[in-house]
């Protein structure tokens, strides 16, 4: 497994996408040869054109898309092998249709009829026989590596299920250790055993072939074997906080588990002025483009809204942004006019009745939010970042959350990390999962990171997920 922005990836996954990134190349590239077999002097004159190479290209981002918007990728336990194949060949359905809609626009994309019939044919054919070919290969890869939890506590069955949840990562918890004989007696947890006391680790781990070692103790005081972790360390077995293994594996920062000092240690949280501009030069960009391409699709709504319920099309809520500072928002309106006539802010809920029913469709797939483009190039939002808040839920927030305010140490976002992993929020547990979200994302913020939220977020948008 490797990581990518600090997220555990299983080395199986980015197997699969280069494989079949080159299985569909491969299919186009024997498509002509099946397609000219018979003249040889149009198929090398086919294949030296540069504008091969481009429709080729077209063809493969077009697949690759599909199969990611279609969890093609996605070999966590909760899908089989029968499964994943049917999503490939809906992803592979998808993206044929797509294809024609893209050469119906513009017909010089076109590789050919009878070399894109040919090709489509065998991209199918070779993805769902390569995926049958490297699962029989992945049975004998190299052994998982086998995982020894240091606590029983809830932060150990955090782990425990987290680690079975993603068994693509090759990880196989070998058990549990607990701290002292004077623990409960426990001869398993979660469906693995407890293979001993803190004390006899060495030997514990010695039995058990461990490789690695998570340490999960809610309260390390006078319980950590730190000369026994030293030795193992030292060694070479490795040896992890389980607060930054969550944080990999999640893909958020479990606040429950992480201590101040751990803010102040991690690696992390680093932006330099550099990065800061950089983001500010794509949030423009991205922003510019995307509200010209909408200004179509936005006139048409504020149009529809009028039409369908009394009350403005537009309307402005102050939401609080960088470092504190207040902003009005802009957005499309969704809901009943008088939606708040007694003046006090509610969180939305799922099916809320205050939304009317156009509402419904543009917050589904977030068309309320495309005048935030605005608030964007104006300078009070970023394109990604943590979604803001109304000052009346910030003040109760602050108070009920753990370093809530920390997540405005940068500009808020139209999409961000939280957004793109968790559903809309409507309650104070939510809210505290979906900043754990933004934590994580402040520790990594990358311009890479951003595009990749971005790609997510189309995704997300295409298909409504979340929305509420």
């Known amino acids: 497994m490797v990581r990518i922005f600090s997220q555990y990836v299983s080395i199986r996954s980015l197997l699969l996408v280069v494989t079949e990134s080159l299985l569909i190349v491969l299919s186009l590239l024997l498509a002509v040869r099946l397609r000219f077999w018979n003249s040889p002097y149009e198929l090398e004159l086919y294949l030296s054109l540069p504008e091969f190479a481009m429709k080729t290209a077209l063809v493969l981002a077009v697949c690759q898309i599909c199969f990611y918007c279609n969890d093609v990728y996605d070999l966590t336990s909760g899908s089989g092998s029968l499964e994943r194949i049917l999503r490939l060949g809906e992803a592979l359905g998808a993206a044929s249709l797509l294809l024609g809609f893209l050469y119906f626009l513009a017909p010089d994309l076109l590789l050919g009829r009878g070399v894109i019939l040919i090709g489509m044919s065998l991209v199918t054919a070779f993805a769902i026989l390569g995926r049958r070919v490297l699962d029989r290969i992945w049975q004998f890869r190299s052994p998982a590596q086998r995982v020894i939890v240091l606590g029983t ?9 987290e680690l079975k949840r993603r068994d693509d990562l090759g990880m196989h918890l070998a058990g549990f250790i607990s701290s002292s004989p004077s623990d409960p007696k426990q001869e398993s947890l979660y469906g693995f055993p407890v293979l001993g006391f803190a004390a006899d680790l060495e030997s514990i781990a010695r039995t058990a072939k461990a490789s690695r070692i998570i340490v999960a103790f809610e309260d390390r005081r006078n319980v950590l074997p730190t000369r026994e972790l030293v ?22 920062i479990p606040l429950k588990s992480v201590s101040p000092s751990w803010f102040v240690f991690t690696d992390g949280f680093r932006r330099s002025r550099v990065t800061e501009l950089l983001k500010r030069v794509l949030d423009l960009v991205v922003s510019t483009i995307g509200l010209v391409l909408a200004l179509p699709l936005m006139a048409i709504t504020a149009l529809a809204i009028r039409l369908d319920s009394k009350g403005p099309a537009l309307y402005r809520q102050t939401r609080v942004g960088r470092m504190g500072r207040t902003f009005e928002v802009l957005k499309f309106r969704s809901m009943r006019a008088d939606a708040e006539q007694n003046g006090v802010a509610q969180w939305a809920q799922k099916d809320d009745t205050r939304t009317t029913r156009l509402g419904k469709f543009l917050r589904k797939y977030r068309v309320d939010e495309l005048p935030q483009f605005i608030n964007v190039i104006r300078g009070e939002m970023s394109f990604v970042g943590p979604r803001p808040e109304r000052p009346t839920f910030v003040d109760d927030l602050r108070e009920k959350v753990p370093y809530y305010d920390e997540r405005h140490s940068v500009r808020p976002g139209i999409t961000g990390w939280a957004q793109v992993q968790y559903s809309y929020g409507a309650s104070i547990e939510d809210a505290y999962r979906k900043l754990e979200y933004d934590l994580f994302y402040l520790k990594n913020m990358s311009l890479t990171f951003d595009l990749a939220i971005i790609l997510k977020t189309v995704r997300i948008v295409t298909t409504g997920f979340g929305g509420r």
């Not at 809830?154 to 782990?159: R, Y």
Request: charged residues 30%.
């Open 153 to 161: 506590g809830d932060m150990a069955l955090e782990v425990a299920r």
């Open 231 to 252: 030795t193992l360390r030292v060694r070479g077995m490795r040896v992890d906080e389980a607060s930054t293994l969550l944080s990999s594996l999640t893909g958020r």
